[in-house]
């Protein structure tokens, strides 16, 4: 069961990330954002109120849902859409797989769990496969101010990202399942930016053609209500550190998307920093080996 609901997040987050570059025209970032969790808490609460599963929460789950909207929800996309103006949708699904850093980083501060070495080195060889990935447009001095802001604002997208992990875990463990949680948190998320663009003056319009059509009701049901749903069902089982993990296949998807839809052209750098970004995340979870102890005192 597991493994299904790896490959079926990777497959379907690995390409999620042109359809957020479609998203991009005549509607505003966040009335988009809107449009999309807007849709996917109706289209969950429908299927939780018909199936008679949707789950009563205390005050407390609704606060904890309202962090998780603002997290998972609003703030981290309204990054990753901003940010794909400026750098292609495969290499910012490259900087979201350091998720699994951040992720561990996360549970320390949140949980207390100990950070090992082997995360440590992971998010150095990690840091360093970015550079290496981002070279080719540095050397070339193509690289703008917009450039390293999109590549910023990836990176402050993952950790938004990551801090909504430990929520749904604390959720979890207070027994709330992700179909419920999702479809508030979805709804806070979608309210909180539609209060935004209110008091901003942003209007609410639309695309009517199928590029944006097409690439919204994709993001709709298998990009929020089957992949957050199965992404964040593996967090509940296995933790948000190991679930993270499932992020580290994402490029290998998003890159060759990339390279077919945007035109990217891979280079020698940026496989080099691809390798040393995936290899860094598989360190992120490699089970430290067990120390023996002699059984004699010296």
Known sequence: MNLSLYLLTVLIWGTTWLALKLQL?????????????????????????????????????????????????????????????????????VVFSTATLWN?????????????????????????????LFWPELSAHTATPQTLLGLGLALLGTMCFSAGNMLSSLQQKAGLRPL??????????????????????????????ARYIGSLLYLVIPGSVIGFTAYLTLVGRMGPERAAYCTVL??????????????????????????LVMLGNVLVF???KPVLMSAKLA
Not at 46 to 61: E, I
Not at 250 to 275: C, D, K, R
């Open 25 to 93: 025209g005549e509607v505003a970032i966040p009335v988009s954002i809107v449009y999309r969790f807007g849709l996917a808490a109706l289209v969950l609460f429908a299927l939780l109120l018909l199936s008679r599963k949707l789950q009563v929460m205390n005050k407390r789950g609704h606060l904890i849902c309202l962090a998780q909207g603002l997290c998972l929800f609003c703030v981290n996309f309204m990054c990753f859409l901003t940010a794909s103006q400026w750098v292609t949708t495969g290499l910012i699904a």
């Open 104 to 132: 561990a980083l996360n549970a320390r501060i949140f949980f207390k769990q100990k950070i090992a070495r082997n995360v440590l080195l992971g998010g150095a060889l990690g840091l360093l496969g970015l550079g290496f």
């Open 180 to 209: 419920t949680t999702n479809a508030w948190g979805m709804l806070y998320g979608a309210s909180m930016l539609a209060l935004y663009c209110a008091l901003s003056g942003i209007p609410f319009t639309m695309e009517w053609n």
């Open 250 to 275: 994402f490029p290998l998807v998003a890159l060759n998307v990339s390279a077919f839809a945007e035109g990217y052209q891979w280079t020698a750098p940026a496989l080099m920093g691809l390798i």
């Open 286 to 288: 490699r089970k430290p």
